[in-house]
């Protein structure tokens, strides 16, 4: 069995000199309040907060001029800012999600912030597995929180195990395979390395890693049975593209077609803005200004119809395609009047290769892999009658677990997002300079 702790060097020497070390007192599960912010970071007067009791999701954005756009309607386990991860071979229902297992019970986590401030690391801890979509439960114990499933005697579940004499009881149930890591950092006066020119505006980096460090055990064996796993819609005759070497098929302790969200989540009644920017057009410059509606506004940049060929039985999202993966947010169509948002998903190598394989000793990726299918953004003003939904969300092949790799590697899953704020232009501008659009 692979190491429940271990943290790798690499992580511990890029994030805080060595410093790292695992939290003591961990619950994969712990009924809180979602709205408490208990750390924050600021670029510019723009604020970004964040809470320990759910996995370092975001809940809190103040944004200089407007205020907080967040609220109480984000400020959920479930919603605010944060990626999940989920796959089509066990029917979208393997769900690890940085934040914890439903909108009042989160997952506790250890955050350090660096001496000079400008960083927040949220330190490597297991992944929990959201509660499902209101339909599936997988859950039979309940000891850590409420499933909020209304069956009878408050004990049932879907997966078709007998798990009343289940050692660990929900935390079993609930501990994925995974583990999350993650960092938030201020960008604003940063210079990027293919420019001299500084960031200008606030601007804060997300990274983050979903990593399938532990054997296949009994979390996903829940969603290898009965009507939580999907084998047809799932099937991927060959998982990787170039790296490891060799065909893959998807297997049952797998992850196959895997759809990656990242996405902010806004209260509507503290700010709406009226228009959304893309770049859709042949010339990077040209910012295009559509009036917002409550109608979900996709828009593709990127898709591999060779990769999509290994997936037979699943279709792609289609989608009206531009340029660059950017859009902004805001409450004119005048490029130069500050106040708006923008959402960053950059075409850089961390995205460009969204799968590493990992050393375990050193922490050293040993190699990367393209295995986009399909990535899009994705705005959606009424996600429900009183929050919006701005993100990304792509498709990917699919991820291999660590019994089918050399014993001292796992694979994993990695994103880059950047938030901006400032004026069209300038937001336009400033994501050139974190990565050049050509």
């Avoid at 955050?111 to 927040?120: A, F, N, S, Y």
């Avoid at 770049?279 to 109608?295: A, E, G, I, Y």
């Amino acid at each position: 069995m692979r190491s429940f702790w271990k943290i790798s060097p690499v992580c511990a020497g890029l994030c805080l000199a060595g410093s790292i070390v695992a939290a003591a007192d961990f619950q994969i599960v712990a009924e809180s309040d979602p709205k408490v912010v208990t750390h924050e970071l600021e670029s510019g007067g723009l604020i970004l907060g964040i809470s320990d009791q759910g996995g370092g999701y975001i809940n809190r954005l103040y944004l200089p001029g407007i205020g907080e756009v967040m609220g109480t309607e984000s400020a959920r386990y479930g919603r605010g800012g944060q990626s999940s991860i989920r796959d089509a071979l066990h029917g979208g229902r393997y769900n690890p999600t940085q934040a914890g297992f439903s909108d009042y019970a989160g997952t506790q986590c250890e955050v350090r912030k660096t001496e000079d401030g400008g960083k927040l690391v949220v330190l490597p801890r297991p992944c929990c597995l959201y509660r499902g979509d209101g339909k599936f439960d997988f859950t039979e114990w309940e000891n850590l929180a409420d499933d909020r499933y209304r069956e009878e005697g408050g004990r049932k579940d879907w997966d078709t195990i007998d798990e009343t004499g289940l050692k660990g009881k929900q935390a079993t149930e609930v501990t994925s395979e995974f583990d999350y890591y993650c960092t938030y950092e201020n960008r604003k006066g940063w210079t990027a390395g293919h420019d001299d020119t500084e960031i200008s505006i606030p601007c804060i980096r997300h990274y983050f890693e979903y990593r399938y460090v532990r054997d296949p055990g009994h979390c996903i064996e829940q969603h290898n049975l009965g009507p939580l796993y999907n084998p047809n819609a799932g099937e991927v005759t060959d998982i990787s593209n170039s790296q490891p070497s060799g065909v893959h098929e998807a297997t049952k302790d797998d992850l196959g077609i895997v759809i990656l969200s990242m996405s902010i989540r806004m209260d509507r009644s503290l700010w709406t803005p009226a228009y959304v920017a893309f770049v859709d057009s042949s010339d990077p410059r040209d910012l295009h200004f559509t009036q917002r509606t409550s109608k979900a506004v996709p828009r593709n940049v990127h898709d591999n119809s060779q990769l999509a060929s290994r997936t037979p039985a699943y279709r792609l999202p289609k989608a009206p395609q531009v340029d660059v993966s950017l859009f902004i947010l805001a409450d004119s169509t005048d490029p130069d009047k500050e106040g708006a948002l923008g959402l960053y998903y950059p075409d850089g190598d961390i995205n460009r290769f969204p799968v590493i394989g990992v050393d375990r000793e050193s922490g050293e990726p040993v190699y990367k892999d393209d295995r986009w299918l399909q990535l899009g953004l994705l705005d959606t003003p009424r996600r429900t009658g009183k929050m919006q939904w701005c993100g990304f969300r792509g498709r990917l092949l699919g991820l291999l677990n660590p019994t089918r790799l050399p014993d001292n590697q796992y694979e994993a899953i990695r994103g880059e997002f950047y938030i901006l704020y400032g004026s069209p232009r300038q937001i336009l501008e400033n994501a050139a300079r974190i990565q050049s659009f050509q």
